[in-house]
T-cell receptor
Framework: DAGVIQSPRHEVTEMGQEVTLRCKPI?????LFWYRQTMMRGLELLIY????????DSGMPEDRFSAKMPNASFSTLKIQPSEPRDSAVYFC???????????FGEGSRLTVL | GQQLNQSPQSMFIQEGEDVSMNCTSS?????WLWYKQDPGEGPVLLIA?????ELTSNGRLTAQFGITRKDSFLNISASIPSDVGIYFC?????????????FGQGTTLQVKP
């Protein structure tokens, strides 16, 4: 069975450019999470959805970040405009319920120059 | 806010040695989970614990859910080189009616052959 699929795996962009990260959760999972990982701050929850509805976006750093989940099989995380401090690995994870058992994708490594 | 204190931050051990790491919290959790992250990959769930006092094994891994519900430990017996990675504890509060996890800062394990 396919796991959580993220794209792109790597992205290098220049400051000010728009970045869009994509995620396909595991089929049948009704919760989706976006995390950011850095050496300094570890794993930070940015936003999560339950049944395609955003439940908690308190972790989204600022208005430059936005996330959507138009249907049960697709989500995007957008950064516009990007800044060097946004450089990190962004993980998408999905969960079949509310047990806390998350299944992570392989991550999207973003470098903003 | 809720925080998890995970220790040690890093470990460098000889192959064949046993390893122990733990996590403490100022808050009570209903579920404790342990994840492992290999380099360049997303975290993968190792063990989930659902009851205070529960002791669960998964091969050479053993984890316990502390009786106070504020701590958990993970032991790895007879370490091997492929145990290298970052181990994260995570707590879940089911009464929040969400899948939101709080992650520890991680324990980086290096194994010398």
């Amino acid at each position: 069975d396919a796991g959580v699929i993220q794209s792109p795996r790597h992205e290098v962009t220049e400051m000010g450019q728009e970045v869009t990260l994509r995620c396909k959760p595991i089929s049948g999972h009704n919760s989706l999470f976006w995390y950011r990982q850095t050496m300094m701050r570890g794993l930070e929850l940015l936003i999560y959805f339950n049944n395609n509805v955003p439940i908690d976006d308190s972790g989204m750093p600022e208005d430059r970040f936005s996330a959507k989940m138009p249907n049960a099989s697709f989500s995007t995380l957008k950064i516009q405009p990007s800044e060097p401090r946004d450089s990190a690995v962004y993980f998408c994870a999905s969960s079949p319920g509310l047990t806390g058992e998350l299944f992570f994708g392989e991550g999207s490594r973003l470098t903003v120059l | 806010g809720q925080q998890l204190n995970q220790s040690p931050q890093s470990m460098f051990i000889q192959e064949g040695e046993d390893v122990s790491m733990n996590c403490t919290s100022s808050s009570i959790f209903n579920t404790w989970l342990w994840y492992k992250q290999d380099p360049g990959e997303g975290p993968v769930l190792l063990i989930a614990l659902y009851k205070a006092g529960e002791l669960t094994s998964n091969g050479r891994l053993t984890a316990q859910f502390g009786i106070t519900r504020k701590d958990s430990f993970l032991n790895i017996s007879a370490s091997i080189p492929s145990d290298v990675g970052i181990y994260f504890c995570a707590g879940h509060l089911s009464s929040s009616n969400t899948g939101k996890l709080i992650f520890g800062q991680g324990t980086t394990l290096q194994v010398k052959p």
